[in-house]
């Protein structure tokens, strides 16, 4: 059955890959699952075709056959679900596995978020300068948390899952900031992530449409 995504039809960050289309496109790519790309534009995701996808107006959305996916942590858990590579066989070592997409999602990520919105939204509001230092000290306790649990694992928990593709697309949106460079073991495990041939296509496939370049291969 076809599978299709939306994307943003021009990302505003102009193709690095931060959009969570991104996400999706990875988690296909890493169980071999082809799929088509919707893009829409800012304005027709708030158009009733859209929204009747998605009821906050956003993109990713998922679909195959009868069934209409929004949010990414739904959509990867789906995939990871439906096709095998992103989550292990055994019970336990799966749960856990599940345990760290929701980590990633509910625990790492909404201080990251708050960070980002802060530097993005408030910098010219007067508490602005008092504020920033006490958000970020929120993402580095939890970074401060992970990086101790990961220590020298190349991934999580065992072979890499679900949870690892999403903690790394999480703590990707930081590296403009610079703050993963001082953690040198999540700065090695997001590169790792990085170098996956499954997440190469996914970012290039990605760029190819902020870019309007043909993606290679
Ligand atoms: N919880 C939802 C999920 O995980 O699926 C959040 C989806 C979401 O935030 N979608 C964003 C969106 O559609 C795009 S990805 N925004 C339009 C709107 O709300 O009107 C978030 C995003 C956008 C842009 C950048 N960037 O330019 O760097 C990074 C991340």
Do not use: C
């Not at 990875?26 to 088509?36: H, I, T």
């Not at 019970?91 to 345990?99: E, F, G, P, S, V």
């Not at 990633?104 to 919105?117: K, R, W």
């Amino acid at each position: 059955m076809t599978i299709t995504i939306t994307a943003f039809e021009r990302s505003p960050d102009g193709g690095k890959g931060l959009a969570r289309d991104t996400r999706v496109r990875w988690a296909l790519e890493e169980v071999g699952q082809a799929y088509k790309v919707r893009l829409v534009s800012f304005r027709a995701m708030k158009e009733p075709a859209h929204l009747s996808l998605h009821p906050f107006g956003q993109i990713p959305t998922y679909e195959e056959g009868d069934l209409a996916l929004f949010e990414t942590g739904a959509i990867v858990f789906h995939i990871a679900q439906r096709h095998a590579g992103l989550l292990p066989d055994e019970a336990n070592a799966r749960a856990r596995a599940i345990t760290w997409l929701f980590a990633a999602l509910n625990t790492v990520e909404p201080p990251i978020l708050e960070f980002g919105n802060a530097r993005l939204l408030e910098q010219d509001k007067p508490w602005y300068a008092e504020r920033l230092p006490l958000v970020a000290d929120r993402v580095r306790n939890r970074l401060d948390q992970l990086a101790a649990r990961l220590g020298d694992a190349e991934w999580l928990d065992g072979p890499f899952s679900a949870g690892d593709l999403m903690m790394v697309s999480v703590l990707l949106s930081l590296r403009l900031s610079g703050i993963l460079n001082g953690y040198p073991n999540l700065a090695a495990y997001v590169a790792r992530a990085e170098a996956r041939p499954a997440y190469q296509r996914a970012f290039a496939a990605q760029l190819a449409v902020n870019t309007g370049t043909p993606a290679a291969g």
